[in-house]
């Protein structure tokens, strides 16, 4: 596919659809559609069958003679696309290498005659595959400017087909008639600054009638939110002697604090609120559209039992949340890798997302029963002394 390809298969995608999936999503699988996967021949891997014979034909002063000869065949696997090996590229020799069997996953080599010298036989099976991969590579000449100008080219056809799309709601949406309402319609962005929430319009979230906004958090909010979080938890891990004393409902509270001095709502001057003992929020109407979950580390279940509270109450596209695991007198390195690993298990996850280190993880994980709808999760690991008695011991 080119180009122009790309630009056909976004306008007949159904709209709804191409707004409704995660951008993220679409620009994947243009770029899987539109690219090439040059077969790589796994050499490493290549093993071969159990020897067999052969009937070899010759001519002897006009007469046809037989006689029975090995065979040996070598079974090498690859990876990319079948089709290539049919392709030729600009620059090729008269006559293409051969195979004697050619599959999805694997071709054969066979060779054959009076087969005494092993040295000999591995040659003649090297030169047949330095013939294989030469031709594969004139094809890949090819085949990686075509594929680096899909990747490159697709975010932006993605990018202004969806603007062009939302434009036009904007304008239906100016005209002044009335627009049948769903309540599974549109989000809008729930601004937290040092200013009251206001909503404003934003993208529509699934089919039928739109702008009925369902809230989000923005992107630059929640940035500003989780930098507030990384300072203060750098505040506490710099005094362990007052961190040792607090409880886990504590340190959220303490949490709580931070974030309300930076950020106020609408209805109070307080936009972050507590929920239970663990849990930092942001309320919109009624829903929660940034969760803030606090657990102490425990080991890969703590990171399972607080996924499961996440997904019960996040189920909105761009949904923010935030994971504050609290590491005490524990190899924090090891229980960081831990945590990690237990989220990239879980089935609800989908890829990684932009940060990734010991200080901040991001991954963006799928609503339950929906993998368009996308939940942007920050982990946060707290390496903290040990619990509220720990200071007491010796």
Not at 319 to 343: G, M, Q, Y
Request: aromatic letters at 6%; a neutral charge; one cysteine or more.
């Amino acid at each position: 596919m080119v180009i122009r390809d790309m630009k056909n298969l976004l306008h007949k995608w159904d709209q709804e659809a191409l707004l409704r999936a995660p951008e993220h999503d679409v620009i994947e699988t243009l770029i899987k559609l539109g690219t090439v996967d040059c077969p790589r021949l796994l050499r490493h891997e290549a093993w071969m069958l159990e020897p067999t014979e052969t009937i070899q034909q010759s001519s002897k002063f006009g007469r046809r003679v037989e006689r029975r000869v090995s065979l040996l065949t070598l079974v090498v696997p690859y990876e990319g696309e079948r089709i290539l090996f049919f392709t030729r590229p600009s620059r090729y020799p008269k006559t293409p290498p051969s195979v004697e069997y050619l599959d999805d996953s694997q071709l054969r080599l066979t060779v054959e005659g009076e087969l005494t010298d092993g040295t000999q036989v591995r040659k003649r099976f090297d030169q047949q595959l330095n013939e294989i991969e030469r031709w594969l590579g004139w094809a890949r000449e090819e085949i990686d400017p075509h594929n680096a100008k899909i990747r490159e080219s697709v975010p932006s056809l993605v990018s202004r087909r969806r603007a062009e799309l939302l434009a036009v709601r904007d304008v239906q949406a100016a005209v002044g008639f009335p627009i049948r309402k769903r309540a599974d319609a549109a989000a809008y962005s729930v601004p937290v600054k040092r200013r009251t929430l206001r909503p404003s319009a934003g993208a529509p979230a699934s089919q039928g009638e739109r702008f009925v906004p369902e809230p989000v958090l923005a992107e630059e909010d929640h940035e500003a939110a989780l930098e507030v979080l990384r300072h203060s938890r750098d505040a506490l891990e710099r005094t362990p002697s007052l961190a040792a004393g607090m409880d886990e409902e504590t340190i959220r509270n303490l949490l709580l604090v931070g974030l309300n001095a930076q950020f106020e709502g609408t209805a109070s001057g307080e936009v972050f609120n507590g929920n239970g003992k663990t849990d930092i929020l942001i309320r919109e109407r009624d829903r929660n559209v940034f969760i803030g979950e606090c657990k102490i580390w425990a080991g890969p279940k703590t990171v399972e039992a607080a996924l499961d509270q996440l997904l019960g109450y996040l189920v909105w596209r761009d949904t923010k949340a935030a994971l504050l695991i609290f590491i005490r007198n524990k190899d924090v390195s090891a229980a960081i890798r831990s945590a990690i690993e237990t989220v990239e298990a879980h089935p609800n996850y989908k890829r990684r997302g932009q940060h990734d280190s010991d200080e901040r993880a991001d991954f963006v994980m799928h609503a339950r029963g929906d993998r368009d709808q996308e939940i942007h999760l920050a982990l946060l690991p707290f390496a903290l002394p040990g619990d509220a008695t720990s200071r007491f011991r010796r």
